[in-house]
Nanobody, 130 residues
Framework: EVQLVESGGGLVQAGGSLRLSCKAS????????IGWFRRAPGKGRREGVS?????????YYADSVKGRFTISSDNAKNTVYLQMNSLKPEDTAVYYC??????????????????????WGQGTQVTVSS
């Protein structure tokens, strides 16, 4: 059974930093894509933030976070991180970790949409004050 547990959220002032963690179990990192999504207050759909694929070290980011957020994975710890720097009030959201198995022969060319992922964590709240 796939399990994803996010942590690291909190309250931070604009311009500050946070590092989110996604502790994973029940699957092989090399055969998966791990993504970070967020749902802002009052929004229905989750917005893609970033994803990583360990098998080929590919990473993708939403335009809104490029240059500020960095995704990484520690396969030995079964954990994916999202380092968030220069945070803005509009980054306020519940952040979710997601996983989808993907054969290595399949090429990943961009951040997949929400519907691509079948396993989700419970989310962690990030609040950025102005």
């Amino acid at each position: 059974e796939v399990q994803l547990v996010e942590s690291g959220g909190g309250l931070v002032q604009a311009g500050g930093s946070l590092r989110l963690s996604c502790k994973a179990s029940g699957f092989t990192f090399d055969d998966s894509v791990i993504g970070w999504f967020r749902r802002a207050p009052g929004k229905g759909r989750r917005e893609g933030v970033s994803c990583i694929r360990s098998s080929d070290s590919s990473e993708y980011y939403a335009d809104s976070v490029k240059g500020r957020f960095t995704i990484s994975s520690d396969n030995a710890k079964n954990t994916v991180y999202l380092q968030m720097n220069s945070l803005k009030p509009e980054d306020t959201a519940v952040y979710y970790c997601a996983q989808q198995k993907m054969p290595r022969r399949t090429k990943l060319v961009d951040l997949p949409p929400e519907l691509f992922f079948t396993s989700w964590g419970q989310g962690t709240q990030v609040t950025v004050s102005s």
